[in-house]
């Protein structure tokens, strides 16, 4: 079983859909939890962060983390077509060294919305 | 601040030719990282190092060397390139706090024929 399982799509929506993007995870250890959205031809860019359970809301888009059932998901509200891009998910747990220097990132799931 | 830069954007290799890429970073950051992505298999450490001077193996290191001499830059090399090494190459680099996290640079993208 691989450490971090995402569904690649790809996912293609209506502007103004609710996106719902989902990873699960193995490793018990993993504290914390990040989202990062890559566009085409692009590096990825850091998009939500958390270290917890439960939901953390930025603008549109809100990260949840449910550590119980090793669950993350990334939720897009009222989609554009400017959202259209891959999303990985990542995270790190923290080492006998106190560091969490190595992200395990999930292989990223293609969105599209369509205007 | 131009933030995690790689130098070249795009490279064209030779079956058994060598190059470097480079990365630079201008956040004072202490960790370095060097990945490469390919269609369907997300992206994979190659090496990475946790400060100047030192380097450790990722998950795919074989076939290549990498050098932290300065802080600032962290340097990929492929002595004797295989097609099976084409991919974009991008390079991330994150602060010692342990609520950082990576940052990354525009990519390489690397063909070899």
């Known amino acids: 079983q691989k450490e971090v399982e995402q569904d690649p799509g790809p996912l293609s929506v209506p502007e103004g859909a609710i996106v719902s993007l989902n990873c699960t995870y193995s490793?018990?250890?993993?504290?914390?939890f990040m989202w990062y959205r890559q566009y085409s031809r692009k590096g990825p860019e850091l998009l939500m962060y958390?270290?917890?359970?439960g939901n953390k809301e930025d603008g549109r888009f809100t990260a949840q983390v449910d550590k119980s059932s090793k669950y993350i998901s990334l939720f897009i509200r009222d989609s554009q077509p400017s959202d259209s891009a891959t999303y990985l998910c990542?995270?790190?747990?923290?080492?006998?060294?106190?560091?969490?220097?190595?992200?395990?990132f999930g292989k990223g799931t293609l969105l599209t919305v369509n205007p | 601040n131009a933030g995690v830069t790689q130098t070249p954007k795009f490279r064209v290799l030779k079956t058994g030719q060598s190059m470097t890429l480079l990365c630079a970073q201008d956040?004072?950051?202490?960790?370095m990282y060097w990945y490469r992505q390919d269609p369907g298999m997300g992206l994979r450490l190659i090496h990475y190092?946790?400060?100047?001077?030192?380097?450790a193996k990722g998950e795919v290191p074989d076939g290549y060397n990498v050098s932290r001499l300065k802080k600032q830059n962290f340097l990929l090399g492929l002595e004797s390139a295989a097609p099976s090494q084409t991919s974009v190459y991008f390079c991330?680099?994150?602060?010692?706090?342990?609520?950082?996290?990576?940052?990354f640079g525009p990519g390489t993208r690397l063909t070899v024929l």
């Open positions: 956040m004072n950051h202490e960790y």
């Open positions: 990542a995270m790190s747990a923290m080492n006998s060294g106190g560091s969490n220097y190595k992200l395990t």
């Open positions: 991330a680099s994150r602060q010692y706090s342990s609520t950082d996290t990576q940052y």
């Open positions: 490793n018990s250890a993993f504290q914390y």
């Open positions: 190092s946790v400060g100047e001077g030192t380097t």
């Open positions: 958390t270290y917890s359970s």
